[in-house]
């Protein structure tokens, strides 16, 4: 079935570090794909998507790849900040299954000052 | 503002103690869902629901109950709740989508942490 699997966190680094969390999926078809954010005590939210192969979502400094050949979707950025510190959640999307959102287990980010 | 909420955020309750927890959206969505988000596990959808009096099962329905009565709500019941039923459950809800079109925005809530003893 349709999957996504993530790198296997917690993932700790200073300020300023480079990141990069590791996203790869499984689907029948052409998903889109989404990162979202969950901050202590709130929701989800949406930080960036990509549709179709080789677009580029970005939002916030994060940058992730839609790439079909390796059906990854990894999450970069290249200077964290301690309020980067949330669960971030590799998700995919297919026009079947009513819009069912399918995630990753999730990686848990901790940024030190 | 536009917004999902979930009410309560926390409950604490016993085995076989029927609760319900609520979900309203005041963005006019036709499309909700239940997740619950479990360690190691990442969220996985419970029900869903396309519009009005139309609900269906997701991933993980078992011990679970729900209904779509108006378009803003989307209460979600445990008959009779059970410890492996013990998570932090999410509501969502999203625009339904044209068909051909994969990409949706989901909007969650803040979460409700359900502990059952």
């Not at chain 1, 669960?87 to 399918?102: E, H, N, P, R, T």
């Not at chain 2, 085995?15 to 309203?24: F, I, M, P």
């Not at chain 2, 709740?81 to 625009?95: E, G, K």
Request: include cysteine.
């Amino acid at each position: 079935g349709d999957s996504v699997t993530q790198m296997e966190g917690p993932v700790t680094l200073s300020e300023e570090a480079f990141l990069t969390i590791n996203c790869t999926y499984t689907a029948t078809g052409y998903p889109s794909l989404f990162w979202y954010v969950q901050y202590p005590g709130e929701g989800l939210q949406l930080l960036l998507k990509a549709t179709k192969a080789d677009d580029k979502g970005s939002n916030k400094g994060f940058e992730a790849t839609y790439r079909k050949e390796t059906t990854s979707f990894h999450l970069e950025k290249g200077s964290v900040q301690v309020s980067d510190s949330a669960v971030y959640f590799c998700a995919l999307s297919l026009i079947q299954g009513a819009q069912k959102l399918v995630f990753g287990q999730g990686t848990r980010l901790t940024i030190n000052p | 503002e536009a917004q999902v909420t979930q009410n309560p955020r926390y409950l604490i309750t016993v085995t076989g103690k029927k609760l319900t927890v609520t979900c309203s959206q005041n963005m006019n969505h036709e499309y909700m869902s239940w997740y619950r988000q479990d360690p190691g596990l990442g969220l996985r959808q419970i029900y869903y629901s396309m519009n009005v009096e139309v609900t269906d099962k997701g991933d993980v329905p078992e011990g679970y109950k729900v209904s779509r009565k108006e378009k803003r709500n989307f209460p979600l019941i445990l008959e009779s709740p059970s410890p492996n039923q013990t998570s932090l459950y999410f509501c969502a809800s999203s625009l339904r989508l044209p068909k051909r079109s994969s990409y949706n925005e989901q909007f969650f809530g803040p979460g409700t942490r359900l502990t059952v003893l």
